[in-house]
């Protein structure tokens, strides 16, 4: 094994690249040698700042000797003929959540990458938040007792962030489940152990100018009894994030005056300029995040143990004990996401995968599904795809 | 119809009527005329608090000429028994929540009171909270369109506090389910407009010592397609009245360095002394509940409209809109609890009986069985007694 930088390509350059840039520009465990995006202003950019190729298409990069693992930043319906193409070209892939639109696609890319001998890892997902993190080794040490009951919610603007028409088709895999419930799902699913086995739930579309799944609540059964409460609205009106300190998603501080900004903003865009808005969001095109003064979060998580129950907070975690209340701070990285570097370093260095695998991400993807499901059918959905999170390793 | 104040006699002088006499004492349209305890030393405070005659079972109290109707305040087991004897001696009833244990019981009760001609008022419960009523009335305005989804938490101390046996076996009406889910039952019921339709549940029991519910998670839908996530922890660890501005469920501002009280207090206690300290809460006990500074609450609620998601707070209703947010307060009366009073006066001097009637509180009780069948059998169950909220009237 070598300790050289991870020689990385970036399938896409749009919004999920940018929320990595803070990382990929800190992380000396990462070298950008290439990359493929559709704009040319972007593949510039790219340039200009990383070096390296840039190529039109996907098929392109997948083909370039200089890249050894390929970061999959591509709409998610793209993900599953890129990662299957990026497999076949013996290339390591990591990408972004949700794996795919289709479980159909899923366990086509778990296939490619097993077949191909490369590690598929999902991510990033809030599942790597160091606080979500911390608060899996403080309920797998047993300090607290089992782990009983999990709450999650988050209340956000996310369906009136400036969308391309695709984003708003569940078909396509728009809407909340596939980019906003996998997270949840895939903390809840990482605090619990990973084996769900039934799912209950009830989704809402409620706007008929933005056609899609903007809101869910269900409950989540697991093999080992726990259960977990997960709800999410993306209609931007209560912002839980009152509830984590107002800090934002990303872990910058949030002005309370700025509430309503996702709405204002978009009031009274038409298709044409709200693509203009959104193209704002990708790489070359303006918006570059301010580094986090916090860790990332997706909204209140409640933990039962039984003798405790955790708080996750944007800083750490919140003991909540029977007669005494503590805290224990997740350190901050100097790179954001240090955690989704941590999980290629380890696979690709060291042949350890993480937990979020291809096939972790399936079953993540299985339970969006469940929800979709559930709520139309008006029944308990069981699980098959489940898989558990592998026992706790030593830090290395 | 008389305007003469309503004579009242209370069965029961334990917690329940601890927790009125503030009303009673502030509210001059009841004036209590007579109770009935097993205890001695209640009775003797009752009488030199409030005169009035004294008996020392409900037989003879519903047998008081002087009586009017009857506060059934005794453990929850005996509801039923003396319901039924107050409405078959003529009086109307306001019985706390919940109606019963049972649903044949409950049933039972209401056709009793049906068959006597006597109003049967389930009561109080936190449905009769200000903000709640508000924000019914906020609702039913359709100022912010169609109400969709509605989310209810609560985390509290309830298992600790201290308790007769009997309060901590199911089968008797204890733990949480009867005591506590029936309040947010209650609550989400009145916002949703009553009429649930199926339930999805998982409940937790968690502490050997303390053998029954302490917890439950609950997906609640309802008939006009709203749905609903009920979350209660009564295990002591986090307490969700932070996110209540610290205020406590009886309204009083709560010290953060308090935390943990229930459980110390509780700590060593053997059940003779534990039976105690529950004494010590009763009337003539020693403890009088200071006069609070907020409107009671039952914990955090989220009601999604389309146009806004209304959050209650202990002292009115926060109007999340989607580009601004504003608050409407409930002003706080002299007496707490005055909408309890305002139920019985409208329904015995007007003919105009609340929403949380018996037939209200039984489809309340038969959602908490709900919940129990569904944790037992892992089974979406449907429900068969709901009833709806009348059509909101104007005030009176």
Redo the contacts between chains.
Sequence with gaps: MTSEPIRLGVAGLGRAFVLMLPTFRADTRLRLTAAAAPRAASRTAFRGEFGGTTHADVGALCADPQVEAIYVATPHQMHADHVVAAAEAGKHVLVDKPLAVSLEDGARMVAACDRAGVHLIVGPSHSFDAPVQLARQIIASGEFG?L??I?A?N?TDFLYRPRRAEELRTDQGGGILFSQAVHQIDMVRLLAGGLGQ?V???T?A??AARPTEG?Y???L?FENGV???L?Y?G?????SDI?MGNVGELGHDKDPAA??TA??AL?GADPASEATLKARRTYGGGESPAPPQHHEHFGPV?V??????L?LTPDGVEI??????GFRAAPLHAAPRASVVDALWQALRHGQPPVQTGAWGLASLEVCHAILTSAAT???VDLTRQIAAPTQKEEP
């Design positions: 089992s009983r009951m709450q919610l209340y039934r209950s739930a009830m809402g409620w706007d809101a609540s269900a409950l059964q259960f977990a409460t709800t609205s209609y931007a009106h209560f912002d509830w509430y309503g709405r204002r009031s409640i039962a143990c039984d003798r405790a129950d708080r909540n004990g029977g007669t005494s209340r008006g029944q308990i």
